[in-house]
């Protein structure tokens, strides 16, 4: 029975270092507890006790799921998460040093798993993103993946006093890092002003009057002096504004008004389907860029599995299937590159990282409207400042109902719209050099499979000497 407590324990502990608690020391409790648990145990001990923990960290974590559309499919989803999480299981783990490197190294492993499978991966719940208030400086070196395998050695915080201490100094390092951050040189900056337009009713049915929605993000756009670049956010404009007359007399009548290109999130229609667009007008209103998201959300923009999808909820009738786009685009504005990541693309550490390639800055459009009041939206803002620190970029953020804002190279939140409230938010973003590269973006999730093999086998192959 106290097995089962601290199994329970260890799940809610790794939960609580995400939204809406936000505890950075809380993953690194649960990690080095469910270690701890699971050593000296059979292997049908140590798969119940991680299917416990499991459930008990992605039950929470992912509840947001459920606002809308029922328990079934949050059910669904936690489980099959807390099966993946349950592969930690199947080695017999011991109380050394040698044992604690390598259940680091396979609980890395594992997210890396679920990041990408299946359907595409799904990269919620990852301890790399919990550590952007204490571990800001390794981000741009080893990115998310390098901190959660930095969080995971907590473990050996159970194998030895030596270790104990030795971890304890690391976790008080974490806290003063900030003093020790570079100067950053003068620099270019652009004026971006970001429209969070909001809309008339949450939920699945947010777009249900996508004039509606269209308006207020028109209505809530002003001149403000000195602005180079309005952004809107995801599902802005539902109302294809290519092939809709009046909703592209509306945007060139606007551009005109304020002077300046406007980057507008819309759904533009194709015999193929639907494209999630990022789509770029000049101060005219004529198009001169078109992104469309490559990275499909599965069961919110395309249904995998879809006869049995439709059994288990009678909402995934009404996905349509998008078409997902083929390359990157750059957007330009004063000859500024930049790159928009549509929602859910922040997930995916190597597209994140492919799509950085070549901007001095980037933004990050979605729409949250669909999760009503849950959590969704603050987890989603902590996995976009993870990003920003990882790839030392300045984010320009919005969505149609928050969080809009302006996150720092190092994931600083700046400044932020109240959510929920319609607002203007005008930034001054920082320029880096398109073509600088950080060490966490030059290190690819191949290489990072490598070195956790690594990790792994080197321990085992020292003891059979």
């Given amino acids: 029975m106290v ?18 608690l936000e505890v950075w020391f809380t993953p ?28 008990n960290f992605f039950l929470p974590l992912l509840h947001w799921s459920s606002i809308y559309v029922g328990s079934v499919p949050w059910l669904v989803l936690a489980f099959g998460q807390s099966l993946l999480f349950c592969l930690i299981a199947i080695p017999n783990w011991s109380r050394s040093s040698a044992s604690a490197l390598q259940f680091s190294a396979l609980f890395t492993l594992i997210e890396l798993l679920r990041m990408k499978v299946p359907f595409g991966g799904f990269g919620w719940g990852r301890l790399g993103f919990t550590q952007i208030d204490s ?3 390794a981000y ?43 100067n950053i040189p003068e620099a270019k900056f652009i004026q971006v002003t970001a429209i ?27 001149f403000i002096q000195g602005t180079d670049l309005y952004i809107w ?19 060139v009548n606007l551009s005109k008004r304020i002077k300046a290109p406007l980057l507008v999130g819309a759904v533009e229609s194709s015999p193929e389907g639907p494209t999630n667009s990022s789509l770029l007008f000049d101060s005219n209103g004529e198009l001169v860029s078109r992104y469309l998201k490559q990275d499909l959300a599965p069961f ?20 349509n299937d998008f078409r997902p786009g083929s390359d990157w685009v750059k957007h330009s504005v004063n000859g500024v590159p930049f790159q928009a990541l549509i929602c859910f693309e922040v997930l995916d550490d190597d597209h994140v990282k492919t799509g950085a390639l070549g901007s001095a800055f980037l933004v990050a459009q979605t729409n949250n409207a669909t999760f009503g009041k849950s959590s969704e939206a603050a987890q ?11 790839l030392a970029r300045e984010f320009a953020v919005v969505s149609t109902t928050g969080l809009t804002a302006h996150l720092n190279q190092h994931g600083e939140i700046l400044d932020r719209a109240p959510q929920f409230e319609p607002r203007r938010l005008t930034m001054n973003i920082h320029l880096e050099d398109p073509e600088k590269k950080t060490p966490a973006q030059r290190t690819t999730s191949w290489m990072w499979l490598i070195a956790l093999f690594a990790i792994m086998v080197l321990p085992r192959m020292r003891i059979s000497r």
């Fill in 300 to 319: 919110g923009e395309y249904m995998p599995l879809r006869e049995l999808a439709e059994i288990i909820s009678p909402y995934a009738e009404r996905v």
């Fill in 135 to 137: 571990l800001t400086f």
């Fill in 380 to 390: 989603q803002f902590q996995i976009t400042r993870a990003r920003a620190a990882e």
């Fill in 28 to 55: 690194i409790l649960g990690i080095a507890l469910l270690f701890q648990t699971l050593c000296g145990k059979t292997i049908l001990e140590r798969f119940i006790l991680s299917l416990l923990a499991g459930l």
């Fill in 3 to 20: 097995n089962y407590l601290l199994a329970t324990l260890s799940g809610l502990l790794l939960w609580g270092g995400f939204a809406p």
């Fill in 233 to 251: 956010p995801e599902n802005a404009s539902d109302i294809d504004p290519i092939k809709n007359k009046e909703a592209r007399k509306e945007i």
């Fill in 196 to 222: 969070q337009g909001g809309v008339d009713k949450l939920g699945l049915d947010f777009n249900q009057r996508a004039t509606r929605i269209l308006k207020r993000h028109i209505d809530e756009t002003h």
């Fill in 140 to 182: 741009p070196l080893v990115g998310v993946t390098g901190v959660s395998l930095l969080v995971a050695f907590s473990t050996l915080m159970v194998t030895s006093i030596r270790s104990f201490l030795l971890a304890a100094t690391f976790l008080f390092l974490m806290q003063v890092n900030p003093f020790f951050r570079p």
